[in-house]
């Protein structure tokens, strides 16, 4: 076939092809103009909800998320779906259990079925913006990063960080990369390095370029380890300039550290819960425990502070949108995708155990103009919030998402029909079954775990039942005090344990 | 260069510059691995090991060229074996002084409270800090060229011992190779 295209015709061509280039940018504008709101998740890492004055600690650790929860839904019983970054995430980001997206190991991916289904490709008609400070969470907007507007490099909201080069030069091992840097180079860490020399030069070189920061944060600044550090007041000022600037509908998942550790707060609350006279309840040493943590009062009070500081700057973002008037229009969600725990013998969250502290973490949606508060206490999952932010946004909830609709989106709802799970598979190949793992199913008022497959365990599987309602602290082990309700609930956890293994030869 | 290094004791010299910062890199990698493979899996572990050994290699490269010109500094007349045993012997000195800080730190040694005591008592205590720390690298690099200088039997032995290690360190360029395959495969 012969084209005939003549001078006139070709230029006339080219000046279309900017207008092409435009048109997916010109679509979300029109969209902005009907009536689809801005969505903001905001993640901090390893939040627990235990530690959260506003449910219930005994140390004041959130008083703007107080003060700001009076315009807010609360909800007082929402679990995490894993006890780590990779998986936990995995879940919040594809609305499915780790057992379904695979996301297993750490730093792993999900299947490659939901590159194509999760939160970023259900918000197709929004802008979307994607940043976290944690590396494991950017393996998973490397995946999905066909369906992210804007993703920023993790460096662009870090202060000096040396390793920049190496994570151009080895995209594909990013986070790897960044640990043995630290290893090889970040010297003033742990006063020793695997480079003899340059570790010196290269550490003094970034303490110089960090160190008119360095007076507001005593305890070194916070850190994902790679970067030369970071502070959050930097994230958020971007973040609402971001959200402010971008003519909208935004989705922005912002995914930032604090508090995880390194628990370094600002000055301003440094030492504010030292001598408070604090008493964490005394508690069986765990069967995971690596040791008795002489130091877990202190990690805690650490932990409580930097808690402090993340409170402070998630008002300050709040408060900014308000000014500008973007919450007319905006949903806010505060989440975390697990918690940390100070007791047990565990301080943080590198253990195979699953008790509240480390599964339980905070959840606030701010809806448009919302004044009035409204407390949830049934028990809810973070695999909700894909399809609850999908309705809010006037998506259709996908079909492949396995959470349900939080309540008061759904009325009538009761967690005693449901089970809600958390699941931990650390070494667990993606195409393997689950031979060695930590879950635990909530229903109703009962919590059970189930742990099988481990070391420490001799080849037993270990089961314990808490009534959480009753016994938030799970105290009372009542495996064998309500045997019916414990057998129940393990084979219904084993059936699916089976049901899921099944596709992996299980 | 011929005037000052034959080919084999630029070679030499640069096995023995890669001895110590690959023996180091090695020994707290090692150090690392259950701690790595804990927090991910063994073979994240491989790859931080892998990233280390390949970053020893190009500090060995660095070091050895600062090694090849401050060995310039030894007369021509002393003989290309001499300047060979002694650029080789401080660059071990000098590896020495770089893992003493560091281990330091990693075996949590502590300055004995007698002498903090005593440097705090004094009426110039950095003055003394320097005063002592000069009086143990000084000789630590003087009495070494001394020897390697005047007597022809530790010469001898310095050189033989430079052949040992540079098969030694031989080894671990060959881990340097592994640790590069390592790399590839993770990265491709």
């Keep these: 076939m012969k084209i005939d295209i003549n001078r006139r015709d070709f230029l006339k061509l080219a000046g279309m092809l900017p207008l092409g ?221 971001r959200i402010n600037s971008t003519p909208g509908p935004v989705f922005g998942y912002f995914h930032f550290l604090p508090p995880h550790d390194p628990y370094r707060t600002q000055r301003e609350f440094l030492g504010h819960f030292r001598n408070d006279g604090y008493q964490s309840i005394d508690k069986p040493l765990d069967v995971f425990a690596k040791d008795q943590n002489d130091d877990a009062s202190v990690l805690r009070q650490y932990y409580d502070e930097f808690i402090l500081y993340v409170d402070r700057e998630f008002g300050r973002m709040f ?188 | 260069m011929n005037k000052y290094y034959s080919k084999q004791s630029l070679w030499s010299l640069f096995l023995i510059c890669a001895f110590p910062l690959h023996l180091w890199t090695l020994l707290l990698a090692f150090r690392d691995i259950s701690w790595v493979a804990e927090r991910t899996n063994f073979w994240d572990a491989i790859g931080v090991v892998s990233y280390g050994m390949i970053f020893a290699f190009f500090e060995s490269i660095i070091f050895f060229l600062f090694a090849l010109l401050s060995g310039m500094l030894v007369p021509v007349g002393w003989g290309k074996d001499k300047r060979l045993a002694i650029m080789s012997v401080l660059t071990l000195i000098l590896a020495l002084w770089a893992m003493f800080p560091q281990l330091y730190a990693l075996l949590s040694w502590n300055i004995p409270d007698w002498l903090i005591r005593s440097l705090v008592e004094s009426a110039h205590p950095l003055r003394n800090i320097y005063a002592i720390a000069l009086a143990f690298t000084i000789p630590s690099v003087v009495l070494p060229i001394l020897m390697i200088y005047r007597s022809e039997k530790i010469l001898r032995n310095i050189l033989d011992g430079i052949d040992r290690l540079s098969l030694l360190t031989s080894l671990y360029l060959f881990f340097d190779l592994i640790a590069l395959i390592v790399l590839i495969i993770r990265n491709v």
Excluded at chain 1, 172 to 189: A, G, L
Excluded at chain 1, 405 to 410: K, R, V
Excluded at chain 1, 440 to 447: L, N, P, Q
Excluded at chain 1, 471 to 485: A, R, T, W, Y
Aim: aromatic share 12%.
């Design chain 1, 319 to 506: 408060d900014l949108l308000e000014n500008t008037g973007q919450l007319d229009n905006t949903v806010i969600v505060l989440t975390s995708d697990h918690g940390e725990m100070f007791e047990r013998g565990v301080a943080g969250h590198v253990t195979d155990s699953l008790y509240e502290p480390l599964i339980r973490i905070p959840l606030l949606i701010f809806e448009p103009g919302g004044t009035n508060r409204r407390d949830i206490y049934e028990s809810t999952s973070a695999v909700d919030l894909l399809p609850t932010l999908a309705h809010l946004s006037g998506y259709q909830e996908p079909q492949w998402n396995e959470g349900t609709l939080l309540p008061p989106y759904q009325q009538p709802y009761s967690s005693s029909n449901r089970n809600i799970y958390a699941v931990r598979s650390y070494n667990a190949e993606s195409t393997e079954p689950l031979s060695q793992a930590s879950i635990t199913i909530v229903k109703g008022r009962y919590k059970l775990h189930y742990y099988f497959g481990y070391s420490e365990l001799e080849g037993k599987d270990l089961v314990k039942l808490f009534d959480v309602e009753a016994d938030p602290e799970e105290m009372n082990d009542l495996s064998q005090l309500e045997k019916d309700i414990t057998s129940e609930m393990l084979d219904e956890l084993k059936t699916k344990l089976q049901e899921v293994n099944k596709p992996y030869g299980g």
């Design chain 1, 21 to 241: 280039l435009l048109a997916p940018k010109l679509h979300k504008s029109f969209v902005s103009q009907s009536d689809k709101k801005n969505v903001i998740v905001v993640v901090f890492d390893a939040f627990s909800a235990y530690n959260i004055s506003l449910y219930g600690y005994a140390r004041e650790t959130t008083p703007n998320m107080a003060r700001l929860a009076e315009r807010a839904t609360v909800y007082h019983n929402h679990y995490a779906n894993s006890n780590y970054t990779t998986s936990g995430t995995a879940s919040l980001l594809t609305g499915t259990l780790p057992w379904t997206h695979r996301a297993l190991m750490p730093n792993s991916t999900v299947s490659d079925a939901y590159v194509d289904r999760n939160i970023f490709t259900v918000f197709k008609d929004h802008y979307r913006i994607a940043y976290s400070h944690n590396e494991w969470v950017n393996t998973f907007f490397d995946q999905f990063k066909e369906h992210i507007d804007e993703w920023i490099p993790r460096e662009q909201l870090t202060l000096f960080s040396s390793d920049r080069l190496l994570q151009k030069a080895f995209p594909n091992d990013r986070d790897i990369t960044s640990v043995s840097w630290v290893r090889n180079i970040k010297i003033q860490q742990e006063g020793y390095a695997y480079s003899l020399f340059l570790s010196r030069l290269i550490s003094s070189l970034e303490e110089k370029y960090t160190a008119e920061y360095r007076l507001q944060f005593p305890r070194g600044l916070p850190t994902a380890r790679a970067d030369g550090g970071f502070l959050l007041e930097h994230a958020v000022d971007w973040a609402v300039d």
